[in-house]
């Protein structure tokens, strides 16, 4: 198989045949990422793909999910995605799915009848990273679209039957932004139908540009307390039917439900960490951890 440094896959992805079909991340723009900095990107070519598809049958001849490695794999040609799912199911005849991390303008440049082909192929999960509902903070952090273009695309998405994982970064907004952010994006969420909404903790990582503004003193980090106010307030104002999965190992205070089943359950638990512990204490749980 061909890998390219790091690779990255949602954890619901841990038993997938993992498929490089680009290397690297089309728009590597974002402030807080740091992911994809040491590999410019480029286009894996389909004999390499094939190679490696031969490799997998020979070891997973049944194979119901294929997981495509790259930032943003979405970002390729109707036709180059269409070739890749007709290899995928020409060696992998019992493979269901084929999923990958998809970026709004992904999705913009694909017609409806092309998604809905796409989702005819096989291509019927994508894992996005919203971020925010927050245009403010969306602009700083030069992610590339807003909260109501995000918003036309995903219920392209649905239109289509492509089901897709939304990502949300609680504290991206900074110092005493977090209840506006939770409610912007609470709002943007309520306008539509994801399968799920994986939520993680902002980490400056040395070496981008959000954690450089820290040092120059151009952005102020939420605290920990901060963060279990916004996480809160979010799930507080949530309406969409939908699973919530705020369990990374960047939230202090891990909780896991559906909306509206599990809604009143999550809150007690934040509410007690907000009501039982204090800044120090919530810091020195992020201070210990040694990897993310």
């Known amino acids: ?98 999923s990958m991390y998809a970026r709004i303008t992904n999705i913009k440049s694909k017609t409806t009848e092309e998604l809905k082909t796409l989702r005819f192929l096989g291509i019927n999960q994508l894992y996005i990273g919203i971020e925010t509902g927050h245009n403010e903070t969306l602009t700083r952090i030069h992610k590339g679209n807003t909260a109501e273009e995000a918003v036309v695309q995903c219920k392209r998405l649905e239109e289509a039957g492509i089901e897709y994982h939304a990502i949300y970064l609680n504290g991206l907004a900074g110092h005493t932004r977090g209840e506006i952010s939770a409610l912007e994006t609470a709002k943007f969420f309520n306008q539509l139908k994801p399968r799920s909404i994986g939520i993680t903790s902002l980490t400056l990582i040395p070496g981008t540009e959000l954690y450089e503004q820290k040092l120059k003193g151009e952005f102020v980090e939420a605290n920990e307390f901060e963060r279990v106010q916004e996480l809160k307030c979010f799930i507080e104002h949530l309406e969409t039917n939908t699973k919530v999965f705020a369990n990374h190992v960047s939230i202090a205070t891990p909780v896991v439900g559906k909306i509206p089943e599990d809604q009143s359950k999550m809150l007690k638990v934040l509410q007690d960490t907000i009501d039982d512990f204090d800044e120090d204490e919530l810091r020195q749980y992020r201070e210990q951890l040694k990897q993310l």
Do not use: W
């Open 1 to 98: 198989m061909h890998y390219t440094g790091t690779i990255y896959r949602p954890p619901a992805e841990a038993k997938t045949v993992l498929l490089q079909v680009t290397v690297g991340c089309s728009h590597d723009c974002c402030t807080f990422c740091s992911m994809y900095k040491d590999v410019p990107f480029r286009i894996e070519p389909i004999e390499q793909i094939e190679e490696d598809l031969k490799e997998v049958l020979s070891v997973q001849p049944n194979a119901e999910r294929v997981y495509l490695v790259g930032g943003d794999p979405f970002v390729l040609s109707f036709e180059q995605l269409k070739l890749i799912a007709d290899k995928i199911k020409e060696y992998l005849s019992h493979c269901k799915t084929i």
